[in-house]
Every structure is written in C-alpha cells, then in structure tokens.
C-alpha cells in the first residue's frame, strides 16, 4: 500500500553533515504523519524527528534538536532529515517511517505507532 526508501546514509567525521531522504509512494494521500527513527547494534530503536504533513508540524528528540531538520517536498512525497554537526553517537541505522495518525500522536515519536517502515539508511560517524 505505501512504501518508502531511504537514501543519503553514509560515513562522515564527527562535525559534518549528511541528508537522508525518504521517499513515499503507493496510496501516499492515506500517509499525514512521517518520521525518522535510528536503532544501534545492541540499543533499542529511538525516535529521532516527525513532520506532521499537514501542517508542517515538527516533533525533535532531545539529543538531537539544534542539529537535525526534518521538512517536506510534499509534491514529491518525500522528507528530509539534514543532519548537522554529527556526532559518534548518532552512528546507527536510520528507518523512515509513515502512518496516519491524529497530530499529537505523530509528535510523540512512538515507533509502534507506525506501521510502513523503510529499509533503513545506515549513518556511521567517526571520531
């Protein structure tokens, strides 16, 4: 029904910046809420940033608010994930992730929430 790529992972030093994209197609008009979530070998899965499309709405974890940016190119169906500053222990998988949800609940980043999932993007920040 509705499925996402990622793409834009790769490795870079701690300080600089990569993008992800996600790009959604199949019934994307039944998707309102899409979200990044990042899992480390051995560490459970985390929300990292949600975009209520919508209305542009934004939802940031705290490790990460100041240094990533998720926004939209709504005519493409695809979201962005701008990563600045990165560190090394921002180094994990990255899953696109896309649902209809109500606003509040987009915002809060709960993976179980979601049900279309990307294949994942891997992001490895060296010291």
């Known amino acids: 029904q509705v499925q996402l790529m990622e793409s834009g992972g790769g490795s870079v030093q701690a300080g600089g910046s990569l993008r992800l994209s996600c790009a959604a197609s199949g019934v994307t008009w039944t998707v309102n809420c899409m979200g990044w979530f990042r899992q480390a070998p051995g560490k459970a899965r985390e929300g990292v940033a949600s975009?209520?499309?919508?209305?542009?709405?934004?939802s940031y974890a705290d490790s990460v608010k100041g240094r990533f940016t998720i926004s939209q190119d709504s005519a493409k169906n695809t979201v962005y994930l701008q990563m600045d500053s990165l560190k090394p222990e921002d180094t994990a998988m990255y899953y696109c992730?896309?649902?209809?949800?109500?606003?509040?609940?987009?915002?809060?980043?709960?993976?179980?929430?979601?049900?279309?999932w990307g294949q994942g993007a891997q992001v490895t920040v060296s010291s």
């Open positions: 992730a896309a649902d209809l949800l109500l606003g509040a609940t987009c915002g809060r980043l709960v993976d179980t929430a979601f049900d279309h």
């Open positions: 975009i209520y499309r919508e209305t542009d709405s934004t």
